[in-house]
């Protein structure tokens, strides 16, 4: 069993940014690819970014390339998602989620997931 705390959301005004951070306990957070999602007020959950167990591989949503940079520090047992020049469509509850099944831009290869920290971009 993994359990997965996000931290690091708030209120932010456009073009500006946030890091978020995934802290896991639990099994061996090495083991598990992680990623980031986000579900954004009356829409479904969507894919954000993955990183493989090792961080030689990265996906993003092709939408967000460029301004989201996913990484982790397998020592620190945490994964982030640095955010930059942010809009307001970007608001959203950003979730972390865990898997033994390897990196994946499919949620349903995801077994665990934390709360969820809320963004929210100001206009």
């Known amino acids: 069993q993994v359990q997965l705390v996000e931290s690091g959301g708030g209120l932010v005004q456009t073009g500006g940014s946030l890091r978020l951070s995934c802290a896991a306990s639990?099994?061996?957070?090495?083991?598990?690819?992680m990623a980031w999602f986000r579900r954004a007020p009356g829409k479904e959950r969507e894919f954000v970014a993955a990183?493989?167990?090792?961080?030689?591989?990265?996906y993003y949503a092709d939408s967000l390339k460029g301004r989201f940079t996913i990484s982790r520090d397998n020592a620190k047992n945490t994964v982030y998602l640095q955010m930059n020049s942010l809009k307001p469509e970007d608001t959203a509850v950003y979730y972390c989620?865990?898997?033994?099944?390897?990196?994946?831009?499919?949620?349903?290869?995801?077994?665990?997931w934390g709360q969820g920290t809320q963004v929210t971009v100001s206009s």
């Open positions: 639990g099994r061996t957070f090495s083991s598990y690819a």
């Open positions: 989620a865990a898997s033994s099944r390897g990196v994946s831009i499919n949620q349903r290869e995801y077994e665990y």
């Open positions: 990183i493989s167990r090792a961080s030689y591989t990265k």
